[in-house]
Nanobody, 122 residues
Framework: QVQLVESGGGLVQAGDSLRLSCAAS????????MGWFRQAPGKEREFVAS????????YYADSVKGRFTISRDNAKNTVYLQMNSLKPEDTAVYYC???????????????WGQGTQVTVSS
C-alpha cells in the first residue's frame, strides 16, 4: 500500500503562484510515474500533468501549458506542481497520483492522494 500526502493548496488571487507537493510513502514501486489531476465542483476529474520516472518525460493538459511545471525528487519520493499565473478557472481540488509505469500516469493510476484545495479569486 502506498500513501500520498499532499500539501501546498490554499487561497490566492488571480495571477499569483502556488507550489503543490505530494510525498509518497509505504510500499512504493521501484519505478513509477507521478502526476496531478484536478476536479472542480460539478465537473469531472481531469488530467493536469504527469512525469515519468526519469523526470525528463512530462505531459501537460492544454489548459495549463506554459503556466504549470511538474517536477519530482525521487530521493524524497515527492512530486511537485509549480502553478504560475493562476486563473479563477484553476480553482479545484488537486489530486496527486502514482502509477507503476515508467513514462506517464494514465487514466487509471494505482494510487490517489486525498486532494488539496486550490482556490483562485478574481
Amino acid at each position: 500500500q502506498v500513501q500520498l500526502v499532499e500539501s501546498g493548496g490554499g487561497l490566492v488571487q488571480a495571477g499569483d503562484s502556488l507550489r503543490l507537493s505530494c510525498a509518497a510513502s509505504g510500499r512504493t514501486f521501484s519505478m513509477y510515474a507521478m502526476g496531478w489531476f484536478r476536479q472542480a465542483p460539478g465537473k469531472e476529474r481531469e488530467f493536469v500533468a504527469s512525469i515519468g520516472w526519469h523526470g525528463s518525460i512530462t505531459y501537460y493538459a492544454d489548459s495549463v501549458k506554459g503556466r504549470f511545471t511538474i517536477s519530482r525528487d525521487n530521493a524524497k519520493n515527492t512530486v511537485y506542481l509549480q502553478m504560475n499565473s493562476l486563473k479563477p478557472e484553476d480553482t479545484a481540488v488537486y489530486y496527486c497520483a502514482v502509477e507503476h509505469a515508467v513514462l506517464r500516469v494514465g487514466p487509471h493510476p494505482d494510487y490517489w492522494g486525498q486532494g488539496t484545495q486550490v482556490t483562485v479569486s478574481s
